[in-house]
């Protein structure tokens, strides 16, 4: 039974035993791209696994409604339709329309609109702060930078496991060739452009840090052996699977491509990917 069907059939208290003994539904969780009109599968929460594409895609029903939102801002709901190929050179890579169509100036994510993909709050921080520039500095004097610039592109504040202790995830991006606005990748890195994700959190009264996505160029291309530059992003948080754990969404885009993945974080475990899609040249 479809799940706009099964919540009406509730609502009216018209649920037949079975439906309302029955599992779930699986959990789809799309991601519409800052000024794109369709959505890309990420892929799927079936109850007891997470599973990418393209196995995910059979599971996804058409006229699921969805619970639409970014990083900030309210959740508007939305109809998605059956997962669609993107074909070559991407054919495991999969797109849903939503209806309404929104054209979004930030990424969104869709999750099942009967799910509290927003258990709690998240919120965007000011960036001019000394305890963020010298993490990002820290660990890129870790990994062989010895006088990086610092460009912090975002800071968010979230609970992800619901002990009561705020993350905090630090995104920055330094590319030579491109340093104004929202830098793209470059073709050709050079030395000292970075861009690395951070994940802040406390343990027993100490601050750690976990790294979420890092590319640090230490020597710089060349026009026969180019070597391209990676961005990486926050672009959402959310309970993608309603267990009341809110999961990050990242991206990693390069030249022509991106990556998406869905990780989950707990501060004995650490990040660990568990869904993956994306299409490049």
Not at 63 to 89: C, E, H, I, K
Not at 197 to 209: A, E, I, P, S
Request: aromatic fraction near 6%; include cysteine; glycine fraction near 10%.
């Amino acid at each position: 039974m479809r799940l706009h069907s099964w919540l009406v059939l509730t609502v009216l208290g018209l649920a037949p035993f079975a439906a309302q003994a029955a599992t779930q539904p699986p959990a789809p969780v799309l991601v519409t791209s800052a000024g794109n009109e369709d959505s890309m599968l990420l892929g799927v929460w079936d109850g007891k696994r997470w599973i990418s594409p393209p196995a995910a895609a059979p599971l996804v029903w058409g006229n699921t409604v969805y619970r639409v939102q970014g990083l900030s801002g309210s959740s508007v709901n939305a109809v998605g339709g059956s997962p669609v190929s993107f074909d070559a050179p991407c054919p495991d890579a999969f797109s849903v329309t939503l209806t309404p169509n929104r054209v979004p100036n930030a990424t969104q994510l869709a999750t099942r609109a009967d799910l509290n993909a927003r258990p709690r709050p998240v919120t965007a921080l000011p960036i001019q702060h000394s305890l963020y520039a010298g993490a990002v500095q820290a660990e890129l004097v870790r990994r062989g930078l010895k006088n990086p610039v610092v460009q912090i592109r975002s800071v968010t504040r979230a609970d992800l496991d619901g002990n009561g202790s705020d993350e905090i995830i630090i995104e920055a991006t330094h590319f030579a060739e491109n340093t104004a606005g929202d830098p793209l990748p470059p073709v050709n890195a050079q030395a000292g452009d970075y861009s690395v994700l951070l994940l802040r959190f406390v343990v027993n009264g100490q601050v750690k840090t976990a790294v979420l996505g890092a590319d640090v160029v230490l020597k710089s291309g060349t026009i026969d052996a180019p070597r391209n530059g990676l961005r990486e992003r926050l672009e959402g948080i959310a309970d993608l699977n309603g267990d009341g754990r809110m999961e990050l969404v990242t991206s990693e885009s390069y030249y022509e491509g991106d990556t998406l993945d869905a990780l989950t974080w707990t501060p004995a475990q650490g990040p660990k990917r568990v869904l993956e899609t994306g299409c490049g040249a």
